[in-house]
């Protein structure tokens, strides 16, 4: 298990001095790197300490967690939806640069369906109608796109099926056993399917999704909206809760919402990324903090 220096083990309270640590550190643990804001001189390498250096997440208010590339593969399922949406509107539309996995991480990954659609398009000097969510998936709007991405991920899920990472599992088993609260905060409009198919989704008294984001009229990630708005629905504080990301958009948003640690979650952004854009702790894997 690990823990953290001025964390007490499985105590309900959290060390003022142990959040102030955890802010102005970063760790490097299960192949992740720890860094200070300021951007490194090229030619030093990174501190690595032993994993047992990492905070004991139960000992803070809450943990919440994005879903896609976190909880669960479907950051995969989506990017391969998304790469296959776009590869087709690119050639029908004839966009040029072609669509790279790169798009996916630098404009779609951890916004909402029509703001990544939208940030893409911007991407490429391209200017079509928002349109309505309604709208039918062949329809070219800002909504008409999104809905046909959602149309190839639904068709890969249902297809495919999906499985949480056993690590996050573990994490979240060991969050329940200690009582510590945790909530989902997901960009994506399928959260609770995706929950459902997974079968976790009993797990999370509160879910800040797509959907709710979009009734409440909360801004998508990097803006600080749906984690400072999933924190009061939880009724814990940020400034004493961990939030667990894995897109840069993501890690933004917790950072700017106040969270006492932004763990960031390696599965292909890269740890550099992820420090700099705001995560305080990065693993490659949430065993990271049980083993």
Not at 82 to 88: A, C, L, R, T
Not at 250 to 265: E, K, L, M, P
Request: aromatic share 6%.
């Amino acid at each position: 298990m690990a823990s953290g220096a001025g964390l007490g083990r499985r105590t309900r309270a959290v060390d003022d001095d142990a959040l102030k640590h955890a802010r102005r550190t970063r760790q490097y643990a299960g192949g992740a790197a720890l860094r200070a804001p300021a951007p490194p001189h090229p030619d030093l390498e990174p501190a690595v300490t032993d994993s047992r250096d990492l905070p004991d997440l139960t000992t803070f208010e809450g943990v919440l967690f994005d879903l896609d590339g976190v909880l669960t593969p479907t950051a995969e399922v989506h990017m391969r939806a998304w790469k296959e949406m776009f590869d087709e509107l690119f050639a029908a539309w004839r966009i040029e640069p072609a669509y790279t996995d790169r798009d996916y991480f630098e404009y779609v990954d951890g916004k909402k369906r029509y703001d990544g659609v939208a940030s893409l398009l911007r991407s490429r000097d391209v200017e079509v109608p928002w349109g309505d969510p309604s709208d039918d998936p062949s329809e070219d709007t800002v909504c008409g796109v999104g809905n046909r991405k959602n149309v190839v991920f639904s068709r890969i899920l249902r297809s495919e099926g999906i499985q949480p990472y056993p690590g996050s599992i573990a994490l979240l088993d060991l969050l329940q056993a200690a009582g510590t609260p945790i909530a989902v905060v997901s960009s994506s409009k399928n959260a609770v399917e995706v929950l459902e198919a997974a079968g976790i989704r009993d797990r999370f008294p509160v879910v800040m999704d797509g959907v709710v984001a979009e009734r409440d009229h909360l801004a998508s990630k990097p803006a600080p909206d749906v984690f400072a708005e999933a924190a009061r629905m939880l009724g814990v504080d940020p400034a004493r809760s961990a939030a667990v990301e894995d897109a840069l958009s993501g890690v933004r948003s917790a950072a700017a919402a106040g969270y006492a640690v932004v763990v960031g979650v390696d599965r292909g952004v890269g740890a550099d990324d992820l420090a700099a854009a705001g995560a305080t702790v990065v693993v490659d894997d949430l065993a990271a903090f049980v083993d």
